[in-house]
Structure formats: structure tokens, C-alpha cells
């Protein structure tokens, strides 16, 4: 089965065609940095509009290995939500227009749950499917989410904990803006991290002394705030890199140590990493350093995977079909979208058997 993806939950404009055994054959992404970048965070309505702009030739992109185009593809899966409703709409609408002109079901995806299952996306025809078994413990962390997930199945999937503030994502780039360096500020504090002492400046460890699965950075991101408020921005590199590694230091701490948690409380030793802070070169390396040591099998997909995709809602969307059974046609063009609601069960609600 071959699905075309269609992503326009946030700032990027993505489509992409994937096989339900994970081999990707296209994968288009159009980023709206540029956009968005002069006001140091995405704008809704811009982000709706460059969506608008961007979607067929994105689609066009994407149905270009198949000779035969839209006759070669078997269902098209979308993003419903969660999101901006603006952006989401002209994904949804573009959808819905391709299924009904050419008859195609119509599989909405749930933005998380692609991230969730995209360590399976491989990219290398002569690979064989990536061989992660279930039940796995997932770090979903991105510019909208930071929350952990027991995932049993590909509709079988818990909430153990979540941000109870700001998301991960979200705080790389508030304290990227802070210090003027720039959007999205994940990747530049990252590459600046590097080079610092994440010693040099003393900066609180988030949740710390909490046993609890939840997560927390505004108060990070404040004593960042406060820190630039006294001493003033760094100016000289160095000043820069050392701040920037004390504050990632104290991100992935944070991360890594909560992830070990939900491994050993859900006696699971297998980790998967997701959402774009899943880029992140210093997390990669101590998630690898502490889960070796800790005997937990890691996996951390490649760095197109983690970030927003549509390959990762083409295999999502192939997925539901196959446990599900598709919407019926008129199920799926009343589809609708969603902005926050959280449709994954949580751990307050009892399992199923
Ligand atoms: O998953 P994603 O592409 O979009 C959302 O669903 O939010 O994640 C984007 C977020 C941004 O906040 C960006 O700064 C962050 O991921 N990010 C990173 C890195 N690359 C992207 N954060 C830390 N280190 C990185 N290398
Ligand atoms: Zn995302």
C-alpha cells in the first residue's frame, strides 16, 4: 500500500509518500523559517497563508516518483490536529479535495502519534524494516509538545507525564531569542552548546527533586531571563556557548532522567526519541551514554524523521487503516481538525484489556 502524508500542522508545509512497511519514496518539506524568523516565533496567520502558497507544489513534489502519480496511491492520510487551526485547515482541505476527486480514502492522523511511530520510517530501499518492538517508552519533545508515552501499539499508546509549562522546543527558542540569536533557536543553541562549559553558569535542574513524570521550563527559561537581566547579554562567543551549554545541560538533564523513569516504572527497556528537540546533538549523546549504562535499548531515528514531516503521518495514517479499517468516504470528508484536545489516553484512565 502506498500513502501520500499531508502535514501543515504548524510551519512546515510537507507532503510525502510512504509504503505501510515504512519505506519512504518522497519526502517534500517546505519550511517557512523565513517567514516567520523576523518575529522570533510562528504567526499564525502567516503560517496559514505560506501554507496556502505552498501546498500543491509541495503535493507536486512529492508524487513525483510515481510515473502514474495519484492513480499509483492507495489512501491519503492528513494531519487533523493538534495545531493551528488556520494551518490545519488547508491540509485538511487539500486532502479532502485529492480523495474525493480520485476516490481515495481519506485517514486522519493525529500529529502525535506520527512522531510517536516515526523511528520506523527508513529511507534506504536495500534497508529492512526498522525492528523496534512493542511496548517502547517514547520522549516526544518538539516546539508544541514535551510529554513521555507507553506505546503498546500503533493505536495503543498512553500518556504517562507531560510538560506541566512550556515545551522543550519552545524554551530552546524563547532563550535563543533572549540572547539574539536568532530562529528557530533549537539548532543554534545546539551547534553554540558545543562549545561551552555546561558548568559555567549555575542554572536550575527543572523538577528536579520530583518523582513525577512531568516536566517543567519556564522556570529554566526565567532563570535564564534573570541571569541575562544582571549580568547582560554575552557578548563575547565564548560567553555565549557557556550559557547555552549550562541552560541545554539542564533541558536534557531533565529529559534524559525523566525518560529512565518511565522505563523503570514501566519495567520497559526500550526508548525511542521523537520531535524535533529529538535533533538535538547533546541529548542524542547522553541519552546514548546514560541508557547504555543503564542496560535500555535506544532508538533515535534520523534527524528528517524528528522533525515536522509528512512521511511520518503517511506511515501513522497507513497504520490506522490497517487496525482500523479506513473512514467510510463521507466519515472521511466531514473530517475535521482539532487544535489541542488530547485524543491519547492518559495514564488517569484505565486500560484496556
Ligand atoms: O517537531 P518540530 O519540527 O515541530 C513541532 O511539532 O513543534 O519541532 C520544532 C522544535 C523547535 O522548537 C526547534 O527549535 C526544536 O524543535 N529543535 C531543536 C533542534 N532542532 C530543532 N531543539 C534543540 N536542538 C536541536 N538541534
Ligand atoms: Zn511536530
Known sequence: MIVLGIESSCDETAAALVRDDGLVLSDAVASQIKVHGPYGGVVPELASRAHLTNIVPVIQEALR????????????????????????????????????????????????????????????????????????????????????????????IEQLGETRDDAAGEAFDKVAKLLGLGYPGGPIVDRLAAKGDPRAVPLPLPMR???????????????????????????????????????????????????????????????????????????RALALEVCTRSGVELW??????????????????????????????????????????PPLRSNQSPRSP
Open 209 to 283: 527533586n520530583k518523582r513525577s513524570l512531568e516536566f517543567s521550563f519556564s522556570g529554566l527559561k526565567t532563570a535564564v531571563a534573570q541571569y541575562v537581566a544582571t549580568t547582560g547579554r554575552p557578548s563575547t562567543e565564548q560567553a555565549q556557548a557557556d550559557l547555552c551549554a549550562s541552560f541545554q545541560h539542564a533541558v536534557i538533564t531533565s529529559l534524559v532522567s525523566k525518560s529512565l523513569e518511565a522505563c523503570r516504572r514501566e519495567k520497559v527497556d526500550r526508548l525511542v526519541l521523537g520531535g524535533g528537540v529529538a535533533a538535538n546533538k547533546g541529548l
Open 65 to 156: 516518483p510515481l510515473p502514474g502519480g495519484l492513480a499509483e496511491v492507495d489512501a491519503i492520510a492528513v494531519t487533523h490536529g493538534p495545531g493551528l487551526v488556520g494551518a490545519l485547515l488547508v491540509g485538511v482541505q487539500a486532502a479532502k479535495a485529492i480523495a474525493w476527486s480520485r476516490n481515495l480514502p481519506l485517514i486522519g492522523v493525529n500529529h502525535l502519534v506520527g512522531h510517536l511511530l516515526a523511528v520506523y520510517l527508513r529511507r534506504d530501499p536495500a534497508s529492512a524494516p526498522v525492528p523496534v518492538a512493542f511496548p517502547y517508552i517514547a520522549l516526544l519533545a518538539s516546539g508544541g509538545h514535551t510529554a513521555l508515552y507507553r506505546v503498546d501499539g500503533p493505536n495503543d
Open 300 to 341: 533515535v531515528p534520523p534527524i528528517a524523521s524528528c522533525t515536522d514531516n509528512a512521511a511520518m503521518i503517511a506511515y501513522a495514517g497507513a497504520q490506522k487503516a490497517r487496525l482500523t479499517g479506513q473512514l467510510s468516504a463521507a466519515e472521511a470528508l466531514s473530517l475535521s481538525v482539532f487544535s489541542t484536545s
